[in-house]
């Protein structure tokens, strides 16, 4: 690092009034734009889940890009990525280009038939699905409750980016939690207020300005950072050594070598099922379903499928910042003194930007925590209203009463989130969206082989998914961090008769499946009813433009103005045979 690079790096203490400024002025506009959400598109009536929760299934090709890739590359993303290849280098952080790669061959796959599916009969979650295909309270219920809960600790990791992002711009600090937290109850609060008022609308408008910022930022930076660090060869050559010397420690202290450059040959499994479970797991996440079902037609989604990849392009060269703060020496130091590699990308950031574009850098990160969010919540929301509330609690309830608990339980999850953030280690929350990655795994049979076949049987599906669960749940428990020593320290271990690293999950699916075979065998030998399917072969090929789908939503608007105005009017059937009702 140069002399001029260590006054850059060394000067850090106190308010950036700038920076702070500019990230303030964004963030009104955004706020703005939230609240100004409710009109795009606009809606008669925003009292059903469809509107509120959907956006009233009426996004195209471009608003859907933008709102699915403002849902899976977060605000957290674009700290923890680069963090883990500061911190560890190209298994932990670099693993995730690769997974983003191989995860939209998957979802153009599966993706166009749950859309098609999802449309012909009103379907708003995966578990509504499922319910469907097997007329299955317990399974649909499992599916719901696991994606609820592996969603709130994604929720809480959000708040974590923008934590990360105002405690680099120097706000926070002391002894009084009211004032030390402040600018992130002010966030939460303006979050909770417009994701309230205009429902999944908010984050598709706003999502367009997280990602031009974010696109700009790393652009910028990939091409103006280098040049002040000695280039790649330096960058790279930098990254080498670090991981060297950190290897050298850890076997001097006894430990393991966990850190690599360039993966070995012992790093293979790992890197290749973290990859391969991630791709796989992403989109079983109640908030990418969301997203995807938002849009207008299932031409819509395979689109995506094809032009998201631009995100990836980003992600990787995102990632490689980690290795640039290593070159320029940036020390990732919180508020509380202690060393945080979450912290590296905002301090990068601050030490080498101009104040003013540091502040539209840590916009950008702010901004994009906002998005996922939002539809993070709005998702766990619809899960717990529509398949635990109307399905276990109320069952008349009207679409109106269903998107009116909707909007109550937004509100709670994000406060769950927020209490979460404030009370609990952040380490905790990372360890959680770790287990919940295992856990929302183990719900692909039951979601992603439906929707080819209904030859596996519900109770094998259920027995899979629970033998899946604890599997991994056990496992993730028993990894130990060599440095803390604390449980839940990581999601690979040893896979059983083959005796090298994987990622847990995969190794819990695969037992899943195994148990879900081995049950569908038995019950189909002992003739034991799978349940009815409420879903026909052409369900699975609609679009938009079907008749048959025109009828049922024309149906449904019209249930839900009736809805308006008699609270307790029941849906009737449509006279088209295999279909029912919209949910």
Request: hydrophobic share 55%; no cysteine.
């Given at each position: 690092?140069?002399?001029?690079?260590?006054?850059?790096?060394?000067?850090?203490?106190?308010?950036?009034?700038?920076?702070?400024?500019?990230?303030?002025?964004?963030?009104?506009?955004?706020?703005?734009?939230?609240?100004?959400?409710?009109?795009?598109?606009?809606?008669?009536?925003?009292?059903?889940?469809?509107?509120?929760?959907?956006?009233?299934?009426?996004?195209?090709?471009?608003?859907?890009?933008?709102?699915?890739?403002?849902?899976?590359?977060?605000?957290?993303?674009?700290?923890?990525?680069?963090?883990?290849?500061?911190?560890?280098?190209?298994?932990?952080?670099?693993?995730?280009?690769?997974?983003?790669?191989?995860?939209?061959?998957?979802?153009?796959?599966?993706?166009?038939?749950?859309?098609?599916?999802?449309?012909?009969?009103?379907?708003?979650?995966?578990?509504?699905?499922?319910?469907?295909?097997?007329?299955?309270?317990?399974?649909?219920?499992?599916?719901?409750?696991?994606?609820?809960?592996?969603?709130?600790?994604?929720?809480?990791?959000?708040?974590?980016?923008?934590?990360?992002?105002?405690?680099?711009?120097?706000?926070?600090?002391?002894?009084?939690?009211?004032?030390?937290?402040?600018?992130?109850?002010?966030?939460?609060?303006?979050?909770?207020?417009?994701?309230?008022?205009?429902?999944?609308?908010?984050?598709?408008?706003?999502?367009?300005?997280?990602?031009?910022?974010?696109?700009?930022?790393?652009?910028?930076?990939?091409?103006?950072?280098?040049?002040?660090?000695?280039?790649?060869?330096?960058?790279?050559?930098?990254?080498?050594?670090?991981?060297?010397?950190?290897?050298?420690?850890?076997?001097?202290?006894?430990?393991?070598?966990?850190?690599?450059?360039?993966?070995?040959?012992?790093?293979?499994?790992?890197?290749?099922?973290?990859?391969?479970?991630?791709?796989?797991?992403?989109?079983?996440?109640?908030?990418?379903?969301?997203?995807?079902?938002?849009?207008?037609?299932?031409?819509?989604?395979?689109?995506?499928?094809?032009?998201?990849?631009?995100?990836?392009?980003?992600?990787?060269?995102?990632?490689?910042?980690?290795?640039?703060?290593?070159?320029?020496?940036?020390?990732?130091?919180?508020?509380?003194?202690?060393?945080?590699?979450?912290?590296?990308?905002p301090q990068l950031f601050e030490d080498m930007f101009p104040s003013w574009f540091a502040?539209?850098?840590?916009?950008?990160?702010?901004?994009?925590?906002?998005?996922p969010a939002a539809i993070m919540s709005i998702a766990a929301a619809n899960t717990f209203?529509?398949?635990?509330?109307?399905?276990?609690?109320?069952?008349?309830?009207?679409?109106?009463?269903?998107?009116?608990?909707?909007?109550?339980?937004?509100?709670?999850?994000?406060?769950?989130?927020?209490?979460?953030?404030?009370?609990?280690?952040?380490?905790?929350?990372?360890?959680?969206?770790?287990?919940?990655?295992?856990?929302?795994?183990?719900?692909?049979?039951?979601?992603?082989?439906?929707?080819?076949?209904?030859?596996?049987?519900?109770?094998?599906?259920?027995l899979g998914w629970a033998v899946g669960l604890v599997y991994g749940t056990v496992e993730?428990?028993?990894?130990?961090?060599?440095?803390?020593?604390?449980?839940?320290?990581?999601?690979?271990?040893?896979?059983?008769?083959?005796?090298?690293?994987?990622?847990?999950?995969?190794?819990?699916?695969?037992?899943?499946?195994?148990?879900?075979?081995?049950?569908?065998?038995?019950?189909?030998?002992?003739?034991?009813?799978?349940?009815?399917?409420?879903?026909?072969?052409?369900?699975?090929?609609?679009?938009?433009?079907?008749?048959?789908?025109?009828?049922?939503?024309?149906?449904?608007?019209?249930?839900?103005?009736?809805?308006?105005?008699?609270?307790?009017?029941?849906?009737?059937?449509?006279?088209?045979?295999?279909?029912?009702?919209?949910?």
């Open positions: 690092m140069t002399p001029e690079l260590t006054v850059l790096a060394a000067d850090t203490d106190g308010v950036n009034g700038v920076a702070l400024a500019v990230l303030v002025v964004l963030f009104l506009i955004v706020t703005v734009a939230g609240f100004m959400a409710s009109r795009f598109k606009r809606a008669d009536s925003m009292e059903s889940l469809d509107e509120w929760g959907l956006g009233g299934r009426s996004f195209g090709t471009w608003i859907t890009w933008f709102l699915l890739g403002g849902d899976l590359y977060t605000a957290y993303t674009f700290v923890a990525v680069p963090a883990a290849m500061f911190a560890t280098g190209a298994v932990a952080g670099f693993f995730a280009v690769p997974y983003t790669i191989i995860l939209y061959p998957i979802i153009f796959i599966f993706m166009a038939r749950l859309w098609s599916v999802s449309h012909r009969h009103g379907y708003v979650t995966p578990a509504d699905f499922v319910r469907g295909r097997y007329d299955d309270r317990g399974l649909s219920l499992a599916v719901a409750v696991t994606g609820f809960v592996a969603t709130m600790p994604y929720i809480a990791l959000q708040l974590v980016g923008i934590q990360a992002v105002l405690e680099v711009v120097g706000l926070g600090g002391g002894d009084n939690i009211i004032a030390k937290d402040a600018p992130l109850f002010i966030a939460f609060a303006v979050l909770a207020a417009y994701t309230y008022s205009s429902g999944l609308r908010a984050p598709a408008v706003i999502a367009f300005v997280k990602d031009i910022l974010i696109y700009l930022v790393i652009i910028v930076a990939v091409i103006y950072l280098p040049g002040q660090v000695g280039g790649w060869e330096a960058i790279f050559g930098a990254a080498e050594d670090k991981m060297d010397a950190n290897n050298a420690a850890a076997v001097e202290a006894g430990l393991n070598p966990t850190s690599s450059f360039v993966p070995g040959s012992g790093a293979f499994w790992a890197y290749a099922t973290l990859a391969l479970g991630s791709a796989m797991a992403l989109f079983m996440y109640p908030h990418s379903v969301t997203a995807s079902l938002s849009s207008n037609s299932r031409n819509t989604i395979r689109r995506n499928a094809s032009i998201l990849p631009a995100y990836s392009f980003v992600l990787g060269l995102l990632a490689l910042l980690g290795w640039v703060a290593i070159a320029a020496g940036t020390q990732p130091i919180g508020l509380d003194g202690e060393p945080n590699a979450q912290l590296v990308i502040g539209v850098a840590f916009a950008a990160i702010a901004i994009g925590a906002l998005v209203s529509r398949n635990i509330y109307k399905e276990w609690i109320n069952k008349g309830a009207t679409p109106a009463q269903e998107a009116k608990v909707s909007k109550l339980m937004s509100l709670l999850v994000k406060a769950f989130a927020l209490v979460f953030v404030l009370t609990l280690d952040k380490q905790n929350a990372i360890n959680f969206q770790l287990l919940g990655g295992i856990w929302i795994m183990q719900t692909f049979p039951a979601i992603v082989f439906s929707l080819f076949t209904r030859w596996f049987h519900r109770y094998g599906l259920l993730a428990y028993q990894v130990v961090n060599p440095v803390t020593g604390k449980h839940f320290g990581g999601s690979t271990a040893l896979i059983p008769g083959i005796g090298e690293l994987g990622y847990i999950a995969v190794t819990a699916f695969v037992l899943n499946v195994v148990v879900a075979v081995v049950v569908t065998a038995v019950m189909r030998a002992m003739k034991v009813s799978n349940g009815h399917d409420e879903t026909i072969p052409f369900d699975y090929f609609a679009d938009a433009d079907d008749p048959r789908v025109q009828k049922d939503l024309v149906e449904h608007d019209a249930d839900v103005a009736t809805d308006a105005r008699a609270p307790h009017h029941e849906a009737d059937g449509d006279d088209v045979p295999g279909s029912t009702p919209a949910r």
